[in-house]
C-alpha cells in the first residue's frame, strides 16, 4: 500500500523538480576492493531491509517499496595515484546528477574509489527517501556484510517516514501558537540580507572538504563547556563569522542588516516509537539571524545563537517552520518555475545551512568497540540554502562537506570560508593550551 510523503518529503518533491536534490555519503572500508563481492553485499543488504522496488507518485504525493531483487552496480573511479582528488571530483559529479523523477524509481547510486589497501564506498541518494543517519546505517551494514557475507542485517527498519501528523496532535499547543507567530517570522526574514543569485535557475553545485583533527576537536568541546554553548552553537557562529565578509555592503543597509543561516535538524526522537528506526527522512529545521558586527568575537556570536536556539527549543518554534513549509506548498502550484526558484530566497534568505551528524552512537547500537571508519557527506543546497555544511563527526574527528551553489559562491570564497573556520579553531586551540 503506497504511503504519503511527510511534510519534509513532500517539499524535497517539489525541489528536486528544480534540479537534483539528493545527497552523497561516502565510508572507508579498510580493505582491497572486490567489485562482486562488494556488489553482492549492496544487494543482500538492500534486500533484506526492503529498499527495492520502489514507485513514487508525484501528483498524489506517495510511494511504496514493492520489494524485489536488487539491480545495482557499482560505478568504479580510477583514483590515478591520487585517490583524494579522485573522491572529491566524484561526489561533486554524483552530486548533480539527478534521479528519475516519477514511476519506477532507483534512489540508490553506488560507487568505489579504490586506493592501494583501502577504497572508499560512495553512495548517492535521492534525499526524498532517507535520512542521514538512515543512509549511514545502511553503509555501515553493506560494509560489515562486505567483510563477512555471512553476517545477517539486524532488526530492519521500517522503509517508510511517519508522517508529522500525531507530533502536530501531541505538540497542538505549540503548534497553534506557531501559527501566530508566522508573522514575525515573516518580519524577521525582511531583516536579513538576501544572498545574491547570478542565476536562481542554475542549480549546480560546487563541493570542497576539510578535516578537524583529534586537538581541534578536543579545543570546540573544551570551549563549548567554558562557554556554556554546543557544538552546533559553535559551527553555526563560525558560519556567521565567514559568511561576513561576503556581504560588506550591508552594515549600510536601512533594514536588511542581518545574516541569516539554518540549522537543519533530525526529529527522528520526537516522532515516537515508529520513526525509531525508520528509513525515511524525519527532519525539520530553523533558522538564527545576526547583524554580525565587525568587531564580533566567536565566544560573542555562539552566546548569541544558543539564545536564539534555547527560545526555539523552548517554544518548539521548528514547528513553525514545518508550518511555513506546508503554506509554501500550497503557494507553489501557482508559481511559475522561475519564480518556484527564486521563491525561497526572496522570502526565506539564508546564507547556508548547517547539518550534522554524529556517528559515534550508531557504530555503538550492537555494542561494539571499533569506531567509525573516515566518513564523508555532501548535501544538495536545493532552494532553500546556497551552501550546506555537513558536519560527520566520528571518534575524535570531524569532517567537513561543503557544497554551494557556484552562481552565488566561487570556489576560492568557500575554500577562504573554510580556512577561517580552521583559523578560528586554531586559535581556541591556543586559547585552551
Not at 50 to 74: F, H, K, M, N
Not at 98 to 108: E, I, K, L, T
Not at 352 to 374: C, D, F, K, M, Y
Request: aromatic share 8%.
Amino acid at each position: 500500500m503506497k504511503r504519503r510523503l511527510n511534510l519534509f518529503q513532500a517539499m524535497m518533491l517539489r525541489w528536486r523538480e528544480l534540479y537534483p536534490y539528493s545527497a552523497v555519503h561516502t565510508l572507508r572500508v579498510s580493505t582491497t576492493l572486490d567489485v562482486g563481492r562488494l556488489e553482492h553485499a549492496i544487494a543482500g543488504t538492500l534486500e533484506a531491509r526492503g529498499l527495492t522496488g520502489l514507485e513514487i507518485d508525484i501528483r498524489r504525493r506517495c510511494y511504496v517499496w514493492q520489494g524485489g531483487p536488487a539491480t545495482q552496480r557499482v560505478h568504479v573511479v580510477a583514483a590515478a595515484g591520487h585517490p583524494g582528488e579522485a573522491l572529491d571530483h566524484e561526489m561533486e559529479r554524483q552530486l548533480n546528477m539527478p534521479f528519475a523523477a516519477d514511476g519506477s524509481v532507483d534512489p540508490f547510486r553506488f560507487f568505489a574509489v579504490g586506493g592501494a589497501s583501502s577504497f572508499h564506498l560512495g553512495l548517492a541518494y535521492d534525499h526524498v527517501v532517507a535520512g542521514g543517519d538512515s543512509i549511514a546505517r545502511l553503509l555501515k551494514s553493506i560494509a560489515e556484510r562486505y567483510d563477512d557475507a555471512s553476517r545477517p542485517v539486524t532488526q530492519p527498519p521500517s522503509p517508510y517516514a511517519p508522517t508529522y501528523a500525531k507530533l502536530f496532535w501531541r505538540e497542538r499547543r505549540a503548534f497553534l501558537g506557531g501559527l501566530g507567530t508566522l508573522p514575525k517570522l515573516a518580519a524577521d526574514c525582511r531583516c536579513a540580507v538576501r544572498p545574491r543569485y547570478a542565476s536562481a535557475e542554475d542549480g549546480y553545485n560546487g563541493f570542497i572538504r576539510f578535516r578537524i583533527d583529534p586537538l581541534g576537536h578536543a579545543a570546540l568541546t573544551r570551549a563549548a563547556a567554558a562557554w556554556q554553548v554546543s557544538l552546533q552553537d559553535l559551527f553555526l557562529a563560525m558560519t556567521l563569522l565567514g559568511l561576513s565578509p561576503l556581504s560588506p555592503g550591508r552594515t549600510n543597509a536601512s533594514r536588511r542588516r542581518e545574516i541569516a543561516v539554518a540549522s537543519i535538524v533530525n526529529i527522528r526522537g520526537e516522532l515516537g516509537s515508529e520513526a525509531a528506526h525508520a528509513f525515511g527522512p524525519c527532519l525539520a529545521s530553523f533558522r538564527v539571524a545576526h547583524p554580525v558586527p565587525a568587531e564580533s568575537s566567536l565566544r560573542e556570536l555562539a552566546l548569541a545563537v544558543r539564545a536564539q536556539k534555547e527560545r526555539i527549543k523552548q517554544r518548539k518554534l521548528y514547528l513553525q517552520t514545518l508550518l511555513a513549509m506546508a503554506v509554501a506548498g500550497l503557494e507553489w502550484r501557482f508559481l511559475s518555475r522561475e519564480q518556484r526558484a527564486r521563491f525561497f530566497a526572496k522570502h526565506y534568505p539564508v546564507w547556508a545551512g548547517v547539518t550534522p551528524l554524529n556517528l559515534n552512537p550508531i557504530w555503538s547500537e550492537e555494542g561494539e568497540n571499533r569506531g567509525p571508519p573516515e566518513y564523508i557527506r555532501a548535501v544538495s543546497t536545493g532552494p532553500l540554502a546556497p551552501m550546506i555544511v555537513a558536519l560527520t563527526s566520528g571518534g575524535s574527528t570531524i569532517n567537513a562537506g561543503i557544497s554551494f551553489r557556484t552562481t552565488v559562491y566561487s570556489r576560492e570564497a568557500v575554500e577562504r570560508l573554510a580556512a577561517d573556520m580552521l583559523d578560528s579553531i586554531a586559535r581556541l586551540e591556543q586559547w585552551a593550551a
